[in-house]
């Protein structure tokens, strides 16, 4: 079964300090992870996914099979980077169903 | 463009009672589902559609029912409301069901079951 685990519920920074919200992930077949962002009184929305190595809004993630893990960092915090923060999992190739497997959620809180 | 539109955003039911939340999309996506969101769970999928006519369980379905007569709505009912039903629940749609499309929610329906 495919699993996503979020180890930190909360987490707070000060403005400029780097951040990294954790997430690992057990899956027997090819993965493909998404950070999701949900700011306050908004809608989940798609942060990035692996597959696009893209940078969004400063934050990065690089997908390790070694450690089976999917970190977002971003290297100075910002006050609206404050959310809450999934991390998802979906089957790599073919058809997927749209199915994603959710993290727990990690609640990011940024100080001014 | 509305995008993924979810009604009533907010409703108090009691035990027993049944409701439907609806969801509509106007980006012609195939897929569509439904999530619950409850505190340190993320979000779990109850049902899900791969088109028209085609709904399938998820990973949470038991207490809910769904139906796809048209691409563009995916109603979920609860049939006999719990107070283990009170949560957050989400309706996604994406264009189709191939992996790597983007996925897109609406804002969420809070109930609460007393």
């Known amino acids: 079964a495919q699993r996503v685990t979020q180890p930190e519920k909360l987490l707070s920074v000060f403005k400029g300090a780097p951040v990294e919200l954790k997430c690992n992930y057990s899956y027997s077949g090819s993965p493909e992870l998404f950070w999701y962002v949900q700011y306050s009184r908004q809608r989940l929305q798609l942060l990035l996914r692996h597959i696009s190595r893209e940078s969004i809004k400063g934050f990065t993630a690089d997908l390790n099979k070694g450690e089976t893990s999917f970190h977002l960092k971003k290297p100075f915090a910002q006050e609206e980077d404050s959310a809450m923060y999934y991390c998802?999992?979906?089957?790599?190739?073919?058809?997927?169903?749209?199915?994603?497997?959710f993290g727990q959620g990690t609640i990011l809180t940024v100080h001014p | 463009n509305a995008g993924v539109t979810q009604t009533p955003k907010f409703q108090v039911l009691k035990t027993g009672q049944s409701m439907t939340l609806q969801c509509a999309q106007d980006?012609?996506?195939?897929?569509m589902s439904w999530y619950r969101q409850d505190p340190g769970m993320g979000l779990r999928l109850i049902h899900y559609s791969v088109g028209a006519g085609i709904t399938d369980q998820g990973e949470v379905p038991n207490g809910y029912n769904v139906s796809r007569s048209t691409t563009e709505d995916f109603p979920l009912r609860l049939l006999s409301a719990a107070p283990s039903q009170t949560s957050v629940y989400f309706c996604?749609?994406?264009?189709?069901?191939?992996?790597?499309?983007?996925?897109?929610f609406g804002e969420g329906s809070w109930l609460t079951v007393v």
């Open positions: 996604a749609s994406s264009r189709d069901s191939i992996s790597g499309n983007t996925i897109y």
């Open positions: 980006m012609n996506h195939e897929y």
């Open positions: 998802a999992l979906s089957n790599a190739g073919g058809t997927s169903y749209g199915k994603l497997t």
